[in-house]
């Protein structure tokens, strides 16, 4: 099965620095397009940051500058380094794969459960 496991979330100060971590399992990693998304009560779910297969990042505007994407293909994990962060930025963040499956045409997704962010004095 595929398993997409975030980590890292907790509460920070305004202006403090979070790293949230994606480890899955059940794809080759390394050919799939990763997403972070966010989610808060009463908004519709945002695109955070991507990464595609080759490490090309792209950032919405709200986190851009303070927000960086990476992907450790031996370790088949993404990571989320959050920094300056501000009380707009609490949320559930989620990851998201875009992946094939062996002998099957087209393309899957999937996502994790979610990592709670805080960002409160």
């Known amino acids: 099965q595929v398993q997409l496991v975030e980590s890292g979330g907790g509460l920070v100060q305004p202006g403090g620095s979070l790293r949230l971590s994606c480890t899955v399992s059940g794809i080759t990693f390394s050919a799939a397009a990763m997403d972070w998304y966010r989610q808060t009560p009463g908004k519709q779910r945002e695109l955070v940051a991507t990464?595609?297969?080759?490490?090309?990042?792209n950032y919405a505007d709200s986190v851009q500058g303070r927000v960086y994407i990476s992907r450790d293909n031996a370790k088949n994990t993404l990571y989320l380094q959050m920094n300056s962060l501000k009380p707009e930025d609490t949320a559930v963040y989620l990851c998201h794969a875009v992946f094939k499956r062996p002998f099957l045409l087209g393309k899957y997704d999937d996502w994790g459960q979610g990592t709670q962010v805080t960002v409160s004095e």
């Open positions: 990464i595609t297969t080759d490490r090309t990042a």
